[in-house]
């Protein structure tokens, strides 16, 4: 059973637009979340984070979006980049004690 | 060492055969995790070490997968009578503890390839 999801495998956006990348998680218990970046043949990097007492985090062009109730978050890019152009992975953890879990990724590509 | 590294980068091997992927984390950080990504999924949870003990082993597929953390660092995980299913990347990463989310590190990963 997938306790973080991204339903969207890919997203394709022209430079300059705004990137929305969805995330769904199941698991109530969770309570920080991430997102990760990852470039072909390079392990995830860390690329933004929100806790769960919050509903935005704010860092530069990377905007996250918390909304609890809905059990529902998304990472807003404004302007997309091409350099953004890469598979961005949801992230979810809780203090209770399990792991990091990951969703399956989108593949965002970015054109000029 | 400045990041985690993992060796081998690279490994194929024949179908049957045992192989051992391993993991130096960043220096100082007692939290280690093991993932796998197979081509066109997305990064599937293996198992996490605190220290030397490893509190939750339920992403391991099956009795042929285990891994050990020696020494609260270098962790080795063995895969026995690999099957083609096996192939994938499998990924190390390291935090300072279990809840450092944001400072989880990645190692480049060791590319499995089972023939």
């Known amino acids: 059973d997938q306790q973080v999801k991204q339903n969207s495998p890919s997203l394709s956006v022209q430079e300059g637009r705004i990137s929305i990348l969805n995330c769904d998680y199941t698991?109530?218990?969770?309570?920080?979340f991430l997102w990760y970046k990852k470039y072909p043949a390079e392990g995830p990097t860390f690329l933004i984070s929100?806790?769960?007492?919050?509903d935005k985090n704010e860092d530069g062009r990377f905007t996250v979006f918390l909304n609890k109730s809905a059990k529902h978050l998304s990472l807003h890019i404004v302007p997309s980049q091409p350099g953004d152009s890469a598979v961005y992975f949801c992230?979810?953890?809780?203090?209770?004690?399990?792991?990091?879990?990951f969703g399956k990724g989108t593949t965002l590509s970015v054109s000029s | 060492g400045a990041g985690v590294s993992q060796s081998p980068s690279n490994k194929v091997t024949e179908k049957g055969k045992d192989v051992e992927l391993r993991c130096d984390p960043i220096?100082?950080?007692?939290?280690l995790y093991w993932y796998r990504q197979s081509l066109g999924q997305g990064l599937e949870f293996l198992i996490y070490?605190?220290?030397?003990?490893?509190?939750?082993k339920s992403g391991l597929p099956s009795d042929r997968f285990s891994a050990e953390r020696t020494g609260g660092s270098v962790s080795t995980l063995t895969i026995q009578r690999t099957q083609q299913e096996d192939s994938a990347v499998y990924l190390c990463?390291?935090?300072?503890?279990?809840?450092?989310?944001?400072?989880?590190?990645f190692g480049e990963g060791s590319w499995l390839t089972v023939v």
């Open positions: 990463a390291s935090s300072r503890d279990i809840y450092s989310g944001n400072t989880i590190y």
């Open positions: 698991n109530s218990m969770f309570d920080y």
């Open positions: 929100i806790s769960s007492i919050k």
């Open positions: 992230a979810a953890i809780s203090q209770a004690g399990t792991a990091l879990i």
């Open positions: 220096s100082g950080h007692t939290a």
């Open positions: 070490f605190q220290g030397n003990s490893a509190p939750d």
